[in-house]
């Protein structure tokens, strides 16, 4: 999952940054709104965690940007201010959640994984499909009970094809939201990750769709 991050303070963007990615998502970091706005408008993100004080353009601004253009990825807003009808004023423009601050970073960790299973149409924390079984919370993945031991590539692909549950998955698609901006997106890469899957899983989930990408049957729930 790619998530794209718009918090101007340094410190706390850096430790926003550091949870996510222990947690297994791919992080791009803007610190400013005009960027936010260009970086949301022309990458494919998962979601976005968005800071409404920003410099240049503020986060108010640029989520209704967003939105206008049709971009419909989550957002969870952060803020400072305190008033409720700032609160209001946000999820009218198109937020998903609202953090103030200051927030344990549990909290929005579990916020994000919330406002992705709803988008994606899912209801538990543990995704199921056929045998196998992954802990959005625990980041585990296992077979008929078993754990598995996977890279964080190959639990990225994973998570988002089982997210993605019931729909063909191409490979690009797949590679913009495993990378960040600075890595290479090759989509042969996506080939070798699915195959490694496959061996590691033992089990026959996620197929291929010659021409199109890759499949997970829609049982995930």
């Given at each position: 999952?790619?998530?794209l991050l718009a918090e101007d303070?340094?410190?706390?963007?850096?430790?926003?940054?550091?949870?996510?990615?222990?947690?297994?998502?791919?992080?791009?970091?803007?610190?400013?709104?005009?960027?936010?706005w260009f970086q949301g408008d022309?990458?494919?993100?998962?979601?976005?965690?968005?800071?409404?004080?920003?410099?240049?353009?503020?986060?108010?601004?640029?989520?209704?940007?967003?939105?206008?253009?049709?971009?419909?990825?989550?957002?969870?807003?952060?803020?400072?201010?305190?008033?409720?009808?700032?609160?209001?004023?946000?999820?009218?423009?198109?937020?998903?959640?609202?953090?103030?601050?200051?927030?344990?970073?549990?909290?929005?960790?579990?916020?994000?994984?919330?406002?992705?299973?709803?988008?994606?149409?899912?209801?538990?924390?543990?995704?199921?499909?056929?045998?196998?079984?992954?802990?959005?919370?625990?980041?585990?993945?296992?077979?008929?009970?078993?754990?598995?031991?996977?890279?964080?590539?190959?639990?990225?692909?994973?998570?988002?094809?089982?997210?993605?549950?019931?729909?063909?998955?191409?490979?690009?698609?797949?590679?913009?939201?495993l990378y960040d901006l600075d890595?290479?997106?090759?989509?042969?890469?996506?080939?070798?990750?699915?195959?490694?899957?496959?061996?590691?899983?033992?089990?026959?989930?996620?197929?291929?769709?010659?021409?199109?990408?890759?499949?997970?049957?829609?049982?995930?729930?």
């Open positions: 999952m790619r998530i303070e340094p410190r706390v963007a850096a430790d926003i940054k550091a949870a996510l990615e222990r947690s297994g998502y791919v992080v791009d970091r803007v610190a400013d709104g005009e960027a936010a022309t990458e494919e993100y998962d979601a976005a965690v968005l800071d409404l004080g920003l410099p240049k353009l503020e986060g108010l601004a640029v989520l209704k940007r967003w939105r206008a253009n049709d971009r419909r990825f989550p957002v969870v807003v952060l803020t400072a201010r305190g008033a409720w009808t700032e609160r209001v004023e946000g999820i009218d423009a198109g937020a998903d959640d609202y953090l103030p601050k200051p927030f344990e970073m549990d909290e929005l960790l579990a916020r994000l994984r919330a406002v992705l299973r709803r988008t994606a149409g899912q209801v538990s924390p543990v995704l199921t499909c056929g045998a196998v079984t992954l802990d959005t919370r625990k980041m585990q993945i296992a077979v008929s009970g078993v754990p598995i031991q996977l890279s964080p590539l190959e639990y990225r692909l994973l998570s988002y094809l089982m997210h993605h549950a019931g729909r063909v998955i191409p490979a690009t698609e797949l590679a913009d939201h890595h290479d997106r090759d989509s042969n890469a996506i080939e070798v990750i699915v195959a490694r899957l496959r061996r590691k899983l033992g089990v026959n989930l996620i197929e291929t769709r010659r021409g199109f990408g890759y499949f997970v049957p829609g049982d995930a729930s």
